[in-house]
C-alpha cells in the first residue's frame, strides 16, 4: 500500500477529529448544570422508595451515583461493592 494512502487516512481522521471536538466543545459551552445538594434528594428517595416507581428510582439514582463497581475475588470470598457519586 502505498505512503499516500496512509497519508490520505490519516488526513481525514484528523479532520474529523477536530471537527469532533469543535462540536463536543459547543455542547459543553451549550449545557447548564445545576447541582442539587445530594442528601436532600437521597432522603427524599429512600422517603418514597416504596411508592415511587422503579424507573423514577432509576432515574433519581442516576443523578446521585455515577458508577458501582462489584468485585468478587477469584476465591469466592467477601464481595466488595464501591459506589463513586457524582
Do not use: F, M
Not at 2 to 29: C, G, I, K, S
Amino acid at each position: 500500500v502505498p505512503d499516500t494512502a496512509y497519508v490520505t487516512a490519516r488526513d481525514e481522521l484528523l479532520r474529523a477529529e477536530e471537527q469532533l471536538l469543535l462540536r463536543v466543545t459547543a455542547a459543553e459551552r451549550d449545557v447548564t448544570v445545576t447541582r442539587l445538594p445530594a442528601a436532600p434528594i437521597a432522603r427524599a428517595l429512600l422517603d418514597e422508595w416504596d411508592t415511587t416507581p422503579l424507573p423514577e428510582r432509576r432515574e433519581i439514582l442516576k443523578t446521585l451515583i455515577t458508577r458501582v463497581a462489584v468485585v468478587r475475588p477469584p476465591d469466592r470470598g467477601t464481595v466488595t461493592v464501591t459506589i463513586t457519586p457524582r
